[in-house]
């Protein structure tokens, strides 16, 4: 079945630390990727998206992405994180040839200390 | 557009009652996906719509859970009757899928509780 994997359940960081959030999914063919982030209490809301082209993708409040085809992978970074990226991120692929199914990995919580 | 909407942002209903969650996808999105979100199981995929046609069910967790799409602008979803274990956040997204390719926008959930 056609899926996607984070790698981390909870992650714990000091202030300015930099931070990888890797992401997998299963073989499906062309892919649209998305990372969402979910700050406490409130909805998902877009990071950023890779549907073709660079893959190095630039989102917002400094955080990237970087499509490796060969492995599947589409992992989250940022150099240097604030107090304030503390939420759950969510990595979730659109497999363009299953229905245009919209799946999300199990997330991961970041913690980032003061 | 007001993104979209989903109604009400809370509900607290006793056991045994029906709940029927709303939702209004942004206008023009041919794509409406439901999921509810859970400590426990993170976030599921319930069920999905295209042009108000359900595409796939299969994450509906029971016959207890039922789901409509009568319009392109409405969406509802129906736990007939409710349990406890049906406590959670459900929420709502929808995208447009044409030449361009976007990305799903979500409501704000409903938080339901069960008691």
């Known amino acids: 079945a056609q899926s996607v994997s984070q790698h981390n359940h909870h992650v714990i960081l000091s202030e300015a630390a930099s931070l990888e959030l890797g992401c997998n999914y299963s073989?499906?063919?062309?892919?649209?990727l998305f990372w969402y982030v979910q700050y406490p209490g409130q909805h998902l809301q877009l990071l950023l998206k890779?549907?073709?082209?660079?893959?190095l993708v630039k989102g917002i409040k400094g955080f990237e992405a970087e499509f490796i085809k060969s492995k599947f992978s589409f992992n989250l970074r940022k150099p240097s994180v604030q107090w304030s990226d503390t939420a759950e991120y969510f990595c979730?692929?659109?497999?363009?040839?299953?229905?245009?199914?919209?799946?999300f990995g199990a997330g991961t919580t970041v913690t980032v200390r003061a | 557009d007001a993104g979209v909407i989903q109604s009400p942002r809370h509900e607290v209903t006793e056991m045994g009652q029906e709940v029927t969650l709303r939702c209004k996808p942004i206008s023009g999105h041919d794509y409406l996906f439901w999921y509810r979100q859970t400590m426990m199981r993170g976030l599921e995929l319930l069920i999905y719509?295209?042009?108000?046609?359900?595409?796939?069910d299969s994450g509906m967790p029971e016959d207890r859970f039922s789901a409509k799409m009568p319009n392109a602008s409405f969406s509802t979803l129906k736990i007939q009757p409710s349990e406890p274990r049906d406590s959670a956040v459900y929420f709502c997204a929808s995208r447009i899928q044409g030449l361009v390719n976007t990305e799903a926008f979500f409501g704000q959930g409903t938080r339901l509780t069960v008691v």
């Open positions: 719509f295209n042009n108000n046609v359900p595409i796939d």
């Open positions: 979730a692929v659109i497999y363009l040839s299953n229905d245009y199914k919209l799946s």
């Open positions: 890779y549907f073709s082209g660079d893959p």
């Open positions: 073989y499906g063919g062309t892919v649209n």
